[in-house]
Every structure is written in structure tokens, then in C-alpha cells.
């Protein structure tokens, strides 16, 4: 496992807790939203078999749905995007993946020539200069990639939940998601305090930087930790004006 870091400055210093400590609380509904959630699961395997493919961010969301898919043995593939400028404790998780459950998790990449390509029209830190920039290089290193994840698929799993923001509130536990396909959100009701007791007590691998309040994250450059009352998803090109949305989840 890589003992590499990030270089940013609230990932250096020591947290105060952990995102255990902090967040974890069983509620009474957790176990039937961790039993309907396997339901879903179980569902969607059923009806899309080899269709059906995890498109996991590496968040804790989608190490909970991977822990869900793994413990039961469902026959899911697990698949992320690797946009070359992730954390290096995001990808740490990998070979984690690969140790605890026995999962090979495949990785999609941009095309190398689109992203020289751009960085050399419009440089490193073309994401700060305009939204238009940064959706294209959203476009570049993710959206192509996933294009070719979901090839041949006829339906995928996300970790969206409805707490995560206002632009997601109505995020639905199965939707079409405008390409033909089914999008299968299993935790979709879960509250980030109800994510985090699942981890405890399922001791759930996860990013160490969500001990540095990050409760979403991206790509380096693009994301930041958030203070407290600030939206899930405030860490997010934080200096746009935006519903803070790169288009794998757009609507419509």
C-alpha cells in the first residue's frame, strides 16, 4: 500500500478525530435501510446480471455499497475512474479493495493524447479560469471514461444520496439515467451519520481524508475541505458559483 500523502495543508495536520468519531449513530432504521439497500442490490443483479457494473468514486458512500456487494458475494463488477489527478490516498484504496474483499476493481483513464492535448492549450490550472474550462476538463477525464465503463451496460450503481445536496434531494433508488440505462442509487435515504455507523461496524476501509472534513471528494485541484455547516458538496470547486456538479449525475 502506497504511504504517500497529500500535499494539502488540512490533509498534513493530524485530525482532531476521526469521521468515525464524529459522525457514527446507529438509528433505528438502520438495519432495515441495510436490508432494503440489499434488496436493491440483489434486485438489480437479478435483472441485469453481467449488465450491471458499481461505478464507485471511492467515497465512503461507495465503499459502504462495495462492502454491501462483497459480503453478500453478489456478482457485481466493481469499476472507478482514475482521472489523473486524484489523491494519492484515493488511490490507495485499490489495492485495500483487493486485500479485504477479493475484488479487482477496474480503472478507466482518460485518453492520454486528449488530456496533453488540453493542458497544453489551456493549461494545468485551466479548472480556476471558467466554469466552461473546468466542465471541459470534467468531459476530458471523466465523462469520456465513463462513457466506455458503461459501454455494453445496461444499468450501474452510484452512491448518491438525497442528503448530499439540494440538487440531489430527489434522487431516486432506481431511474433511468437519460441514456437508456437504469441507475441504481441503494442508499439514496441513508443520512451521512447512518453511512458512517455502517462503517464502524463493519470496519468499512475508507479515505483517510474524510478525517480532514472532506466529506466529498474529487480531484485534487478541485477540492477542499469544508467548515462546519457548509453544504456536503461546498468542497467542490469551491470557487464557482455552480450546483457544484461535474455531469456524471446530471439531469435530464
Not at 489527478?85 to 483487493?98: D, F, S, V
Not at 448530499?164 to 451519520?193: H, L
Not at 481524508?209 to 457548509?230: K, N, W, Y
Amino acid at each position: 500500500m502506497s504511504t504517500e500523502t497529500s500535499a494539502l495543508p488540512w490533509a498534513a495536520a493530524p485530525a482532531a478525530g476521526n469521521a468515525i468519531g464524529l459522525y457514527a449513530k446507529w438509528t433505528p432504521a438502520l438495519d432495515a435501510k441495510i436490508e432494503a439497500a440489499l434488496q436493491r442490490l440483489r434486485e438489480a443483479s437479478i435483472a441485469h446480471g453481467d449488465g450491471l457494473v458499481q461505478s464507485s468514486s471511492l467515497g465512503v458512500e461507495d465503499m459502504v455499497i462495495t462492502d454491501l456487494i462483497a459480503r453478500t458475494q453478489l456478482p457485481i463488477a466493481i469499476s472507478t475512474l482514475d482521472t489523473g489527478k486524484l489523491h494519492p490516498e484515493t488511490l490507495a484504496l485499490l489495492p485495500r479493495i483487493e486485500e479485504r474483499y477479493g475484488r479487482t476493481v477496474e480503472v478507466f483513464k482518460p485518453r492520454f493524447d486528449a488530456v496533453v492535448e488540453f493542458v497544453a492549450r489551456e493549461g494545468e490550472d485551466a479548472m480556476y479560469k471558467s466554469i466552461e474550462l473546468r466542465k471541459a476538463c470534467c468531459g476530458i477525464r471523466k465523462m469520456e471514461p465513463l462513457g466506455r465503463m458503461l459501454a455494453g451496460r445496461s444499468a450501474w450503481i452510484t452512491g448518491l444520496r438525497r442528503e448530499q445536496s439540494g440538487a440531489r434531494s430527489d434522487v431516486a433508488f432506481d431511474e433511468d439515467d437519460g441514456n437508456g440505462r437504469r441507475k441504481i442509487s441503494p442508499i439514496a435515504d441513508w443520512t451521512w451519520a447512518e453511512v458512517w455507523a455502517y462503517v464502524q461496524k463493519y470496519d468499512v476501509p475508507y479515505n483517510p481524508l474524510h478525517d480532514q472534513f472532506m466529506p466529498s471528494i474529487g480531484c485534487a485541484p478541485c477540492t477542499r475541505a469544508i467548515a462546519v455547516g457548509e453544504d456536503f458538496r461546498a468542497g467542490r470547486w469551491w470557487w464557482e458559483d455552480s450546483t457544484k456538479e461535474c455531469g456524471l449525475h446530471a439531469k435530464g
